[in-house]
């Protein structure tokens, strides 16, 4: 409760100003600090050094791809199938080699070959990507935003000046009745007329205006007036005044939770924007990882389809001496070209794929000059064969937890919480405690001396006052609350479905992960296979027991199945980028700053 004393002693008068300036500065001390630990509180940020760690999830040690595929050739053979008989350790010899163990290197003899790394073509996206760039000024204006609302109790310095010369011809006035102690003058009728004159005026002020958390204004001044009268009755007369007022809402627009709520509202916004932002930057790293990949798998079936085309060139020489030789009908001969034809166009479009790849990752580094590039891109990076048992209750709380749609509407949530309290304050009526005080000075005849006496409490002013206002139906008001409200409840609706949405995801990648390592083996198989029967089809060609076009077909299932394996390793490392997303975290590589 308020005490207010209307007693005139200027000692009270001014106690009451400095006290409420002092809790002014405090309410600012104290915000400062709230504000510091908003900030360290509501804001679960992902660091950037928090990348998805496999080996985290996994129920066993990972096993390399040499391991699976004896362990699939074990399974074979104990399987009632029969068992197919092939020379593993001589179809396994690149991967004997450590350093060799992940597969094939594309590209590597191309002259004009750039050999970049998945760590570098991250880095360069972060960097050039068109959309982190619009992304990133995001967070500037979310900042700019906070600050503003931050600024909203700044204390206001204000002066004002005004100087007036009036110079009036004589105007009659109206008819007065005395009413006097003086006989002479009471109940005598007068008419008062404003003769010719000329007045000057001058009028200064000078004060800080400081509103308050609590929704209140203090404002401090020191007013002076001086008029000065040119004629038969010149006067020069100057006073002055130091004012105290003070202002404060009871009930709508009342203490700091209220009038602080759009800071807070700004800050919770300023942290949901630096989350979609991160959002966005993690986006555009997976989809440049899946486009590095994409790339890979382009160079692999190039690579493979190259190797088609010379064994079909090699074919036709070779059946060529053999007709020369009189061993095989000329015939033969055609059936050859068809084969070399038709892996003449298989290897054309492999050739456009690669460069739309290379487009496609050049579009995400926004590296498409105006004139064509000259230099290939070449993946460095070799895939990662290791198949990893994830424990999938782990990684799902993981993702629960850290995933940024998820930490983002938290945020926002906490923010409709904010706006529907601010609202439900203002449904109060407008209820007002106005007070003001003033320290006058004597009239003097110069500016000089206008404050000698404002100090000796002969003359003061003050009034206190109450306000009150409220709508007659308040639906307007009322309605906003029930509006936050129900945006609330959409949002919670919201955060549901995103809840079952990542579940699903993180559930769909494994299972993805899992398809695609079984992939990567039984395309190993039948890379075996079909290598052996070309062979085999290869030697009795040349005994006369099969046909050139029986020789070619065994030769593209050897061919459609290394494609087969390429693509599979391919997504297979899509599949873990894929699992990496799904927990909002990025797969391993490099570490990356997103600031």
Known sequence: MMHISTSSSMTIGFIKPVMALMVSLFSLLVLAEDHAELKGKLTKRLATEEQLELDKYTTQPPKTLKDAVEGYQNTQKNSNHKAIVIDLKKALIPFDDPAAENGIRPGAEEANAQQIKIEDIRIRALGNNLAIQVAKIDPLIAAASTREEEAKFDNIVFAYAKYSSYDTPKISGDKVEFTSDNPALNNQQVKLSTIEQEKRSLGLEAGIKIPLRTGGTVTLSSPIDGKEGIGKFATEEYRSALRFSFSQPLLRDAGRQVNEASIRVAAYEQQATDLNTRLQAIRIIATVDKAYWA????????????????????????????????LTAAVEVNRAEIGVADRMEALIIAETNLKLAQRQLRFFLNDIGDTPQTDVLVPASQPNLLKYEFDRQKLLNDAMAGRLELLAQEVKLAAD????????????????????????????????????????ESFNDWSIGLKFEMPITNEARKARLERAVQQRNQRLATKSLQQLTVKKEIFDALDQVDQQWQRILAAR?????????????????????????????????????????????????????????????LLGYSKLNFQ
């Open 417 to 456: 919480m904010t706006n529907i309290e601010y609202l439900e304050n203002q449904t109060l009526p407008m209820f007002t405690l106005d007070y003001q005080y003033g320290a006058l000075s004597n009239t003097s005849s110069g500016i000089g001396n206008t404050y000698q006496n404002i100090f000796d």
């Open 295 to 326: 790339l890979y798998e382009a160079w692999g079936e190039l690579d493979v389809r190259r190797q088609q085309f010379e064994y079909a060139q090699q074919n036709l020489a070779m059946v060529k001496r053999r007709v020369e030789e009189g």
């Open 525 to 585: 198989q039948q890379v075996l296979i079909a290598g052996i029967n070309y062979d085999a089809e290869l030697k009795q060609f040349n005994e006369g027991l099969r046909t050139m076009t029986e020789v070619l077909e065994t030769l593209t299932r050897l061919g459609e199945a290394q494609i087969k394996e390429v693509r599979a390793i391919s997504d297979y490392q899509i599949s873990l980028v894929d699992t990496a997303y799904a927990t909002g975290t």
